[in-house]
């Protein structure tokens, strides 16, 4: 139990920090999903079209997690 608790410890920031290093600076991602909303509200048009995205996708993001998780647990 030990070493797995240290292993996310030093294997959790890595995915976020690529997201900085990587993803933000080449498609302008929005690691914050409140900023990106109200930069949506204020852009308007284009912006508005695709706010849907930053809703409903981390929402399917955990109902398939919890579906996951249920399988891998086999209950």
Do not use: E
């Not at 929005?30 to 706010?51: K, M």
């Not at 995205?53 to 209950?75: D, E, H, Q, S």
Request: hydrophobic residues 55%.
């Amino acid at each position: 139990m030990i070493k797995t608790i240290h292993a996310v410890r030093i294997f959790q920031p890595v995915p976020v920090c690529l997201i900085h290093l990587i993803s933000i600076p080449v498609t302008n991602t929005s690691v914050n999903p409140a900023g990106s909303i109200s930069q949506a509200i204020f852009a308007g048009d284009w912006a508005l079209a695709q706010l849907w995205l930053f809703i409903v996708i981390p929402v399917a993001g955990a109902i398939v997690a919890g579906m996951v998780y249920k399988f891998l647990k086999g209950k």
